[in-house]
């Protein structure tokens, strides 16, 4: 069964740095898209980033582009997003997904806040 276990999250001070990983199992994972979602409190959840199958490809929505990069190593089955230059306006929690599968990790919280 598809299982996505994200981490790396927790609490960073504006202008800070995080890492995230989603560790995936369950499927082909180096035949999806994957991508990372965010969701603030009170808010739909937002896309993020978006990272084709063989890497290289990627996609940013504005609020993060220049700020965050979104990476993969298919050979560990894992996708990354690198979180640069954080903004109290990032705290969300932040979940990833392969395009095309209906299942959710369970999500890691980052709050950025001084």
């Known amino acids: 069964q598809v299982q996505l276990v994200e981490s790396g999250g927790g609490l960073v001070q504006p202008g800070g740095s995080l890492r995230l990983s989603c560790a995936a199992s369950g499927f082909t994972f180096s035949n999806y898209a994957m991508s990372w979602y965010r969701q603030a409190p009170g808010k739909e959840r937002e896309l993020v980033a978006v990272i084709r199958s063989a890497g290289g490809s990627t996609n940013y929505a504005d609020s993060v582009k220049g700020r965050f990069t979104i990476s993969r190593d298919n050979a560990k089955n894992t996708v990354y997003l690198q979180m640069n230059s954080l903004r109290p306006e990032d705290t969300a929690v932040y979940y990833c997904?392969?395009?095309?599968?209906?299942?959710w990790g369970q999500g890691t919280q980052v709050t950025v806040s001084s």
């Open positions: 997904k392969a395009q095309g599968q209906r299942r």
